[in-house]
Every structure is written in C-alpha cells, then in structure tokens.
C-alpha cells in the first residue's frame, strides 16, 4: 500500500433549501459584486443573492467551449464581478471553473444534477474540436451547496444518465490503494444503484443520489483520469455527444464484472441509451475516437461499446 493523499479545500453545505444561504457563502469569501451563471433554477437564487446579484449569463455550453468562456469572462470584466455563483448542471460548473481559474476570482457551485465535477479540481475545455484536461488546485470551488429541493424536477432521463455519471466516477476510484478514496468510492457505487433500484424520483431517492454524486466527485478529485474518462472527453469535446449519456453508454463496457451487467440492466430499466450508436455516434468514426484517445484498449471498448456487446 502506497499512496499521497490532499484533502480538498472545498467547504459544503448539503441538506434542503440550502440554496438560501447562498448570500451569506459570498459574503463569507468576501464577494461584493457577484456574476450568476444560470439557465434554469436562476430566479430564486438570483433573490437570495439581494444586492449582491450584479450580472446573469445563461449561454453554458456543454463541454465548455472556450469562445463561451471568452463572452462570459467579458460580462464578468464589465460588471467589475468579484465572484461567481453557478446553479446547474456539468455545463454550469464548467464554466464557473474556467472563468474562476483565468479572472482569480472565488466560485459558488450550486448543482442541480449529480454532475459531481463541482468538488474536483479538474477542468476539461474544448477548442477547435478537441476536450482538453487540467487539473490544479485554483480551480477547486470554495463552496458547494447542495440543495436536495432544486434536484426534485430533475426529469428522470436526466437524473438516471446523471446519476450514471456520477457512479462512472465511483467505479474508476473503487479499489484504490488510499482505504478512504476506495471506502468512499464503495459507498457511492452502493448508494447510487440503491437509489437507481427503486423510484429515484422520492425526496429520499434523490437525497441519497445528491450526497453519493457529492461522495463520487470526492473520489475523482483524488485519482487519475482512466480509460473511460478519457473516451467520454473524446467522444463529447470532438464528436459532440452529450456528456451523461456518454458515460451511460460507455459504463458497462469499461466497468470491472462485478459491475457490468448491473448498469446495464439499471440503463435499460429507465430506457437510457446503452450503445454509442443510439447516441448518433458513426461506426466510421470510432477509428479516429480510439486514435485521439491514444490508448491500447481504445478501440476494442469503443467498438463494444458501439455495438452494445460484451467486453468480456
């Protein structure tokens, strides 16, 4: 046993309605003028926000193109913002990050699905067609709030493709060599496919979803990218296939055995796509996708993947 281990600086504030202390999170970094990236679920906290609200961007993209970054950071400049406050899903909190990281400004994620990239310290942007990965510390959040209250309208393709992103990171940090991360990875695998067992749609179900997505972020903050992080960045930054259903189709093709089968009966019950076919993906195109993805595995996993077969 071998192994480094930096708790993460994040502070979380987890229950429901939560969202109302978010004016009192900002104060606590010292904010004053605050930018609020938000499409949906802006209102309230925008309310809360009272005088500090200053400015709204709702142009998140998925993968987070840098030309939308460059148009958010110029909104922020004009309106002299000292902090940012995200409400969203991956789309949102990417964002938040790289504006946080190129203006050195704090950053409040307040995430509405079980993205799990709000606790990490990792950024994946696209340009000119290809998602590139970095991770460092000043991209971390200062705070999360989770607030189990705005995850209750989740529609439940959504919450089921979410929550299958969120055990995708889970299942990568199972079996490290550090007890915790592997302790925590274990309970989040356990408390998502317990969640995703019955009606995820309950207060509890989607309790035990948001705290396992809080749970499985914390494991990737602590373990490198692997194989299947790896396609899903290729498959969505070149390819433009949606983020969470990328995972969804890719999990049960990259997972270890014990795993396999389970996810993809769980994908199946909730009719989520189990096939990158079903997500558009050409069967012509998996040769590039393997050779951008520069692994020796890429293309065998790719193409079970595609053709919904066995990897064993």
């Not at 229950?15 to 009192?24: D, I, L, P, S």
């Not at 950024?123 to 709030?145: F, H, M, N, W, Y």
């Not at 493709?161 to 299942?171: D, G, Q």
């Not at 093709?253 to 009966?265: F, G, S």
């Amino acid at each position: 046993m071998s192994f480094t281990f930096e708790p993460a600086r994040t502070r979380v504030v987890f229950g429901r309605g939560t969202a109302a202390t978010v004016r009192a999170e900002a104060e606590r970094l010292g904010a004053t003028q605050v930018l609020l990236i938000a499409r949906h679920g802006g209102d309230k906290v925008a309310a809360e926000l009272g005088p500090l609200f200053t400015a709204r961007f709702t142009g998140a993209a998925m993968h987070t193109p840098v030309e939308v970054t460059e148009r958010a950071l110029a909104l922020l400049r004009e309106h002299g913002a000292d902090c940012v406050v995200s409400v969203g899903g991956g789309s949102s909190t990417g964002l938040s990050k790289a504006l946080s990281v190129r203006a050195g400004v704090p950053q409040i994620i307040i995430p509405t699905t079980y993205a799990g990239s709000e606790v990490t310290p990792v950024l994946g942007e696209t340009a000119s067609g290809l998602k590139k990965t970095r991770r460092d510390a000043s991209i971390q959040p200062d705070t999360v709030i989770y607030d189990v209250d705005l995850t209750l309208d989740l529609p439940l393709d959504v919450t089921v493709t979410s929550a299958l992103n969120a055990l995708a990171h889970a299942v990568t940090a199972r079996g490290n060599e550090n007890p915790l991360i592997d302790a925590i990875a274990t309970r989040a695998i356990d408390g998502i496919l317990h969640a995703l067992s019955g009606n995820p749609s309950t207060v509890d179900a989607r309790t035990q979803l948001l705290s396992s997505a809080w749970l499985a972020g914390t494991c990737l903050a602590s373990v490198p990218m692997g194989l299947h992080h790896k396609l899903a960045h290729v498959l969505g930054g070149t390819f433009g296939l949606p983020h969470a259903a990328t995972h969804t189709a890719l999990l049960s093709h990259t997972a270890p055995a014990d795993l396999a089968k389970q996810i993809h009966d769980t994908a199946e019950r909730f009719g989520a796509a189990t096939s990158l076919r079903e997500l558009g993906m050409a069967e012509s195109d998996l040769s590039r996708a393997a050779e951008i993805a520069d692994h020796p595995d890429a293309l065998r996993v790719l193409t079970n993947a595609w053709r919904d077969a066995s990897s064993d």
